[in-house]
């Protein structure tokens, strides 16, 4: 079997079922619609892994209006193939792209990949007083199982 990944940014190759498999599992995305997940893949600047057989094996998608601002988010890679660089690669792959040198602000929101991160230069917010945000953790009628979600919003 072979190790070999290839990095796409083309949204034909998108396996929305692939992804929706992978996302409705994950601990900020528990349970999402498939017809959710296909609505946000098509509006959003997508990077897939494939492995030698073309199937999907990692997903990121950065949201975007390629002027100012981007979000970074649902970097995700299949749990038997973690570990391995591929989501290390497909960040790359969507900061890599022609316009994002020119945004004024990347963010993206995680529990526990810092160290994933921290080399592509995010850090924790500056100015965190200036952030606000309406969080619903319920939103696809499952409660979240993770550390992610804030104590208070599980009272």
Known sequence: MSCQIDYSLDPARIDIHAVHALLSSAY?????????VAKAVAQSCCAGAYDAQGRLVGFARLVTDEATFAYLCDVIVDPARRGRGIGKALVALLLGQDFVPGLRRIMLATSDAHKLYEPFGFTSLAAPASFMEVVRPMIYGIRPSHDAISPELNE
């Open 28 to 36: 900020w995305s528990h349970g999402i619609p498939f017809g959710t």
